[in-house]
Nanobody, 121 residues
C-alpha cells in the first residue's frame, strides 16, 4: 500500500496562490497516474486535476487555467500549483494514485490525511 503525505495548504486571500505537494513513502509514485481531489464540507470528493505516468494532464473545468499539476519523479513528489484562488476552492485536498482507463481516471483506495486550503473573500 502506498502511504501519502500532502502538504502546502493554508489560509490565503482570494486571488492568491498556493502550491500543494504530495510525497509517497514505501512506493514509487512515478509508476502511477496521480489525481488531486478535493472535498468541501457537505460535498462529495471531486477530481480537480490528474497526471499520467507519462505527464499527460487533465483538469476539471472549474480549475482549468488556474491550477497546474506536475510531477518530479526524482523526488517522488507530485505538485498542484493553484493560482487565482477563489473562495469556492476552499476544501481539503488529497492526492491519490491511480490509472487511466478509456480516458477516465480510476483511483486506488489509498488516501493521505489531506491538506486544508481555505480561501477568504
Amino acid at each position: 500500500q502506498v502511504q501519502l503525505v500532502e502538504s502546502g495548504g493554508g489560509l490565503v486571500q482570494a486571488g492568491g496562490s498556493l502550491r500543494l505537494s504530495c510525497v509517497a513513502s514505501r512506493s514509487t509514485l512515478s509508476i502511477y497516474a496521480i489525481g488531486w481531489f478535493r472535498q468541501a464540507p457537505g460535498k462529495q470528493r471531486e477530481l480537480v486535476a490528474s497526471i499520467s505516468s507519462g505527464g499527460i494532464t487533465n483538469y476539471a473545468d472549474s480549475v482549468k487555467g488556474r491550477f497546474t499539476i506536475s510531477r518530479e519523479n526524482a523526488k517522488n513528489t507530485v505538485y498542484l500549483q493553484m493560482n487565482s484562488l477563489k473562495p469556492e476552492d476552499t476544501a481539503v485536498y488529497y492526492c491519490n494514485p491511480g490509472r487511466f482507463s478509456s480516458g477516465h481516471y480510476l483511483g486506488y483506495d489509498w488516501w493521505g490525511q489531506g491538506t486544508q486550503v481555505t480561501v477568504s473573500s
